[in-house]
């Protein structure tokens, strides 16, 4: 039971933060421009520094709950996984554990570049994309390997 | 605080990947270096220092933490030299690293594990 309940609350937070991040990414990347008032253009004209903090909070709760979660994984669905030889699973989750990791250590240049040091528009914009992209690969691959072996 | 910051944080991310890269890859049963600062085993619950192997009795290691705690630590030491290096001649060197270095890290992780997909 509890194994469910802090599943689902993996599933819930990272449902925040790729809200949060691709709020970001879009204001970054594609922003809104003057007069388009569509439900897109809404979505493309944040304020992008205004997510940081929101986006490291919500991304280390991701991360510690992935990480409490973890064990249960390693004991009883990868045997499974192994021994129907499905390895793409396995490997599925082999890069976002690996990838979660790098971009944990990251986070607090992410927020130094957003908060402290604008000259760098560039490295923000990479910072923001890298984090996008984490963030995406990892619910993508998290949900495919739960539907194939789920952690009850 | 601010300018020790925009060393420390860009060489603590920089640390860590170019250690977690290397120590996912290259680490095994029989690994000559210990690259994980510890071992956990889910299905007995216990701890061990250092890269331990798995067996029927104990179950299946769990390195990942422990190469977290290590990339960590090597993301520290080199956070602590970078704050000692001048500020202003490096400045540009920490904010292009910062991204690069990490894509470099992931491409050499998806190097290694194209195995899982078969490719």
């Known amino acids: 039971m509890p194994i469910t309940f802090l599943l689902v609350l993996h599933g819930i937070f990272s449902v925040f933060l790729l809200g949060a991040v691709t709020h970001q990414f879009l204001s970054v990347f594609w922003p809104r421009k003057p007069g388009q008032s569509d439900f897109v253009a809404r979505a493309r004209g944040v304020n992008p520094g205004g997510y940081v903090q929101a986006i490291i909070i919500l991304y280390v709760i991701e991360f510690v709950l992935g990480a409490i979660l973890y064990p249960t994984y390693r004991v009883l669905a990868r045997p499974p996984l192994q021994d129907l030889q499905l390895t793409y699973v396995i490997g599925l989750f082999e890069v976002k554990e690996n990838f979660a990791a790098i971009v944990l250590a990251m986070l607090p240049s992410y927020w130094y570049f957003w908060k402290r040091y604008p000259d760098y528009k560039m490295t923000r914009a990479a910072l923001t994309a890298i984090l996008f992209a984490t963030v995406w690969y990892d619910m993508i691959a998290g949900h495919l390997v739960n539907n194939a072996r789920g952690l009850l | ?119």
């Open chain 2, 1 to 119: 605080m601010d300018k020790i910051a925009s060393r420390a944080f860009p060489a603590f991310a920089i640390g860590f990947a170019a250690y977690y890269a290397p120590a996912y890859s290259f680490t095994g049963a029989t690994s000559a270096f210990t690259w994980p600062l510890f071992t956990y085993f889910p299905e007995i619950n216990e701890w061990r220092w250092g890269l331990v192997a798995g067996n029927d009795t104990i179950g299946p290691p769990m390195w990942w933490y422990g190469w977290i705690a290590s990339a960590a630590l090597v993301g520290l030491v080199c956070a602590i030299i970078a704050s000692l290096l001048p500020e202003r001649a490096t400045e540009k060197l920490w904010a292009s690293s910062i991204w690069i270095v990490p894509i470099a890290a992931f491409a050499f992780l998806w190097n290694w594990e194209r195995v899982w997909f078969g490719l």
